[in-house]
């Protein structure tokens, strides 16, 4: 399953969800690929500390025969990763002019259909044509929402796009509240009636605001290499659990 972990909103628990769930799937035997397709690269800094020969611009923007030079091991077991540099930006700009742009990391995601059980792709903070890319590859598309009053501002966006990028009126999304601080009942309530519409595709899982999430954020590793024993690991390992109940038609 491809997973396109995406929000236009930045500050959402994004990037902490790509990097986990990868861990999360990995800790159940599942070999997984993380793309990080956003230029601050925190998702690579969590796996990876090398200066890459290969990155994500080669990925999109080679054969796809060609994909798997971009991929490389982490230190963490069952994880591979497509890292991100400064150079995605640049790439950015040039896969614009480019034929059949929005199908680019598809493509080369099929090349290594068979090598990988989960795919989780980190996106960039934004709708343009590395998130297009990301909403055409997915089978899945993860909305983490922070409980606020602005939270579902571009979620709708988010949909539409997803909706004429795919041709598709039922377009595969669910929506994962994140940072959830039990002690904000009034702000908590505000937002279950803000994202009302949205009911049938917010998971049940939540993920809980953490002490120890923020440091293992802080100290760019997974909360599993962190603290295996923490709320915030009990609940990726839900989401996880969760995730993997879901039937979702895939690309393959």
């Given at each position: 399953?491809?997973?396109?972990?995406?929000?236009a909103?930045?500050?959402?628990?994004?990037?902490?969800t790509?990097?986990?769930?990868?861990a999360?799937?990995a800790?159940?035997?599942?070999?997984?690929?993380?793309?990080?397709?956003?230029?601050q690269?925190?998702s690579?800094r969590?796996?990876?500390?090398?200066d890459?020969?290969?990155?994500?611009c080669?990925?999109i923007?080679?054969?796809p025969?060609q994909a798997h030079?971009?991929?490389?091991?982490?230190?963490?077991s069952?994880?591979?990763?497509?890292?991100?540099t400064?150079r995605?930006?640049?790439?950015a700009e040039?896969?614009?002019?480019?034929i059949?742009r929005e199908?680019?990391l598809?493509?080369?995601?099929v090349a290594?259909a068979d090598?990988?059980?989960?795919?989780?792709?980190?996106?960039?903070p934004?709708?343009?044509?590395l998130t297009?890319?990301a909403i055409?590859?997915?089978?899945?598309i993860l909305?983490?929402v922070?409980?606020a009053?602005?939270a579902v501002?571009g979620?709708?966006s988010?949909?539409?796009?997803?909706?004429?990028l795919?041709?598709?009126?039922?377009?595969p999304?669910?929506?994962?509240v994140t940072?959830l601080?039990?002690r904000t009942?009034y702000?908590n309530a505000?937002?279950e009636?803000?994202?009302e519409?949205?009911?049938r595709?917010v998971?049940?899982?939540?993920?809980?605001?953490?002490?120890?999430?923020?440091q293992?954020?802080?100290?760019?590793?997974?909360?599993?290499?962190?603290s295996?024993?923490?709320?915030g690991?009990?609940?990726?390992d839900?989401?996880?659990e969760?995730?993997?109940?879901?039937?979702i038609?895939t690309?393959y």
């Amino acid at each position: 399953m491809i997973i396109a972990v995406t929000n236009a909103k930045g500050g959402v628990g994004k990037t902490t969800t790509a990097v986990n769930l990868a861990a999360a799937f990995a800790n159940r035997g599942k070999k997984t690929l993380l793309v990080d397709l956003d230029p601050q690269a925190h998702s690579t800094r969590c796996y990876f500390r090398s200066d890459p020969d290969r990155d994500i611009c080669d990925f999109i923007m080679d054969r796809p025969s060609q994909a798997h030079r971009a991929v490389y091991p982490t230190d963490y077991s069952n994880v591979d990763i497509v890292p991100a540099t400064e150079r995605l930006s640049e790439t950015a700009e040039l896969l614009s002019t480019r034929i059949r742009r929005e199908e680019r990391l598809h493509r080369a995601l099929v090349a290594l259909a068979d090598e990988y059980k989960m795919v989780l792709i980190d996106c960039p903070p934004s709708l343009g044509i590395l998130t297009y890319n990301a909403i055409n590859a997915a089978d899945l598309i993860l909305v983490p929402v922070q409980p606020a009053v602005g939270a579902v501002v571009g979620l709708e966006s988010l949909i539409e796009t997803a909706q004429e990028l795919r041709d598709e009126d039922n377009v595969p999304y669910r929506i994962l509240v994140t940072m959830l601080d039990l002690r904000t009942t009034y702000t908590n309530a505000i937002f279950e009636q803000l994202i009302e519409e949205h009911r049938r595709r917010v998971l049940k899982t939540v993920i809980h605001k953490s002490e120890a999430l923020n440091q293992a954020n802080l100290a760019a590793k997974p909360i599993y290499s962190f603290s295996r024993s923490s709320r915030g690991a009990e609940d990726y390992d839900a989401l996880c659990e969760e995730l993997a109940r879901l039937r979702i038609p895939t690309h393959y």
